[in-house]
T-cell receptor, first 116, second 112 residues
């Protein structure tokens, strides 16, 4: 079974530029998560989708971050404009468990973003 | 909200020794506790998990124990090997959304 796919793997941008990340979850997984992992820390949830609906975006900096999952499969996360503190690894995870039920989450390899 | 504390932040053991990593959580509603292994440049890999209706779970050289009363859970790795060297994260989740709250991570180094 193919795992969670993410692209690009690495991205370097200047502050105030925009960037987009793409995620393809494991086939059949209805729940998709975006986490931000700052160097030396554990991942922190940015946004959670159930199919194409947002379940939790309470930690998403909505003035600069946006995310969508239009057809309930692939998802994109966008940052515009980027700040230096956005430098981190952006991880996508998917789960077969519906929102409201805790269960296994499988992570992709992540996108390492460097903002200069 | 939930808060997860993880100790130690670094752990160095000799090959063949055991390693223990401990976590505490704050929200008594949490009922699912996974452990992830993260190697350099890779995403976290689920290695074992436990639910709140179970006190212990074992899978070959790794085991996890849960003390609901004390809100503690621990990862035990026996007969460590150099390939066990990585950063390990504990996490806690509840049924209200399913999101994971991660600990700060433990960098395990297994010396040959």
């Amino acid at each position: 079974e193919a795992g969670v796919a993410q692209s690009p793997r690495y991205k370097i941008i200047e502050k105030r530029q925009s960037v987009a990340f793409w995620c393809n979850p494991i086939s059949g997984h209805a729940t998709l998560y975006w986490y931000q992992q700052i160097l030396g820390q554990g991942p922190k949830l940015l946004i959670q989708f159930q199919n194409n609906g947002v379940v939790d975006d309470s930690q998403l900096p909505k003035d600069r971050f946006s995310a969508e999952r239009l057809k309930g499969v692939d998802s994109t996360l966008k940052i515009q404009p980027a700040k230096l503190e956005d430098s981190a690894v952006y991880l996508c995870a998917s789960s077969s468990y519906p929102s409201g039920t805790a269960g296994e989450q499988y992570f992709g390899p992540g996108t390492r973003l460097t903002v200069t | 909200g939930e808060n997860v504390e993880q100790h130690p932040s670094t752990l160095s053991v000799q090959e063949g020794d055991s390693a223990v990593i401990k976590c505490t959580y704050s929200d008594s509603a949490s009922n699912y506790f996974p452990w992830y292994k993260q190697e350099l440049g890779k995403g976290p890999q689920l290695i074992i998990d436990i639910r709140s209706n179970v006190g212990e779970k074992k899978d070959q050289r790794i085991a996890v124990t849960l003390n609901k009363t004390a809100k503690h859970f621990s990862l035990h790795i026996t007969e460590t090997q150099p390939e066990d060297s990585a950063v390990y994260f504990c996490a806690a989740s509840d049924n209200q959304g399913g999101k994971l709250i991660f600990g700060q991570g433990t960098e395990l180094s297994v010396k040959p």
